[in-house]
DNA sequence: TAACATTTGTTATAAAAATAACAATAATTT
DNA sequence: AAATTATTGTTATTTTTATAACAAATGTTA
């Protein structure tokens, strides 16, 4: 299957969300309108989408909610559970982590990291804090590709550094520095204070145009 | 001034904070291409951005940075600051609380709310709790106009739909429910499974690719 | 059963964003 | 002082993303 667009990947694990929920309100089909209001974007989007991936409905007749969140998963599931490590066992690294477990069942959250001995050792729903001295070892030994960065600004940039070094290949940067990887690295900057100063400058500037 | 693209902003915001933290370093002046590397992104996309809010810098000197953070500012702040409030103090409000007061000079956070009454009255780095019940009145005097949605998906359509009624002008929704409000009400979504989800995704099939 | 309506799937078009190309300018080297 | 180099600012092009248009299918109504 061909490599798919970025914000195509993005909305398909929105519809997979969201089509649990209806199933959950005891429904079984969905049209592409009623799928497009749910995510506040257009039916032509929804089925755009849905052509990328290849899944078919019979026609008029809505999309089989259960099948297609098969077919989403098939694609943007891997077969084998990815692991994953939050780096940085502070305020937010323990709110994810409380947060994440259970959430998704193909994303295996296996272990934390930080460099404060009160820190290590400890536990927060089972997922045990380990030195980061041991980052490597553990990253090796255990097979972790994705690493949830959440340590302090300052110490960003050095261990993105260490962590490629030892072998991640994805990682969610919700620190506020932008970082350099290689270009076979994934990463995904989650930046709190620049979604707030965007939604900022289109509070002040958006309203005079539409509508 | 046109408005500027949304990409734009994003990146202005994040260009004001690597120069900050340039100055920090003591550097004054910073060519295009020291920016985009530290951005990871390229010296062309930076004048770009940079074009957009009509900046000139003298040729071949790289920019101020002192001048070029000030303009960068006079585009994306307001005059006066936004007010902003967090509607739902549990984990991640509260955490969210602690970060951002005092990060942003031109964003206020004043004000979060609950439906808990063993929150509502509490403070957290003396931001004030208060009950859900109150939240038009406090929103109309207190003139704000940004919300922080930190509620339990279960509540969050509700929510933003009173958010709506009540005057809020833009949300930043953190929720992992996709809302709808009207066209006018500017809207981010800030969803840490879909970002995890697509960092999966392409770790899985990006590397085959580049290089 | 003929006309109409609804919904999908796909191709065509438009809009937004990123990249490339390059002229202009100013500094540096020869 | 001529040639070379480095850097900006801008226009042109390409790529990516979103929207529009519409044919095909299938059900519904007259
Ligand atoms: N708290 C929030 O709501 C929030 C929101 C947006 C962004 N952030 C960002 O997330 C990051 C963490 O925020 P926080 O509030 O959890 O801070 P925190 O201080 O509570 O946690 C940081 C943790 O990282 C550990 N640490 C420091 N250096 C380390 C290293 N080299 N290796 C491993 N661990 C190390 C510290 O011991 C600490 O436990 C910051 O970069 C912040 O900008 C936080
Ligand atoms: N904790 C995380 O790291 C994290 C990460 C990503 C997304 N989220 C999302 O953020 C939201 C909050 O997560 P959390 O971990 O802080 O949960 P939480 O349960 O700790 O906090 C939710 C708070 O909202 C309050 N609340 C409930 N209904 C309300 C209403 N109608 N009006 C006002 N307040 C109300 C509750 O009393 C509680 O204090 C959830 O939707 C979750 O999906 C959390």
Redesign the interface.
């Known amino acids: 299957m061909k490599?798919?667009p970025?914000k195509t990947?993005?909305r398909l694990?929105?519809y997979r969300?969201?089509l649990y929920?209806c199933i959950d309100q005891g429904k079984e089909r969905i049209y592409s309108h009623e799928l497009a209001?749910?995510?506040?974007i257009t039916a032509v989007q929804v089925r755009r989408d849905i052509m990328f991936i290849g899944y078919n409905s019979y026609q008029r007749k809505g999309y089989d909610i259960k099948d297609l969140i098969g077919k989403i998963s098939l694609i943007?599931?891997?077969q084998e559970p990815?692991n994953?490590a939050v780096i940085g066992y502070g305020?937010?690294g323990k709110?994810?982590t409380?947060?994440f477990i259970g959430?998704?069942p193909?994303?295996n959250l296996v272990a934390a990291f930080d460099i404060d001995p009160k820190k290590i050792g400890s536990e927060v729903n089972k997922i045990k804090c380990y030195s980061i001295d041991r980052l490597r070892e553990i990253i090796v030994n255990n097979d972790i590709?994705?690493a949830?960065l959440t340590v302090p600004t300052h110490s960003a940039r050095e261990m993105a550094k260490i962590l490629v070094q030892s072998g991640i290949?994805?990682?969610?940067n919700f620190t506020?520095?932008?970082?350099?990887?290689a270009?076979?690295i994934?990463?995904?900057e989650?930046?709190?204070?620049?979604?707030?100063?965007?939604?900022?400058?289109?509070?002040?500037?958006?309203?005079e145009?539409?509508?």
């Open positions: 490599i798919l970025e990947v993005e694990s929105q969300r969201t929920n209001l749910l995510l506040n943007i599931d891997t990815l994953v305020n937010l709110a994810i409380t947060y959430n998704r193909k994303l590709t994705i949830i290949k994805g990682i969610l506020t520095v932008n970082l350099n990887v270009p076979n994934y990463l995904e989650y930046d709190m204070i620049t979604s707030l100063e965007k939604v900022a400058y289109f509070v002040k500037h958006k309203p145009e539409e509508e």
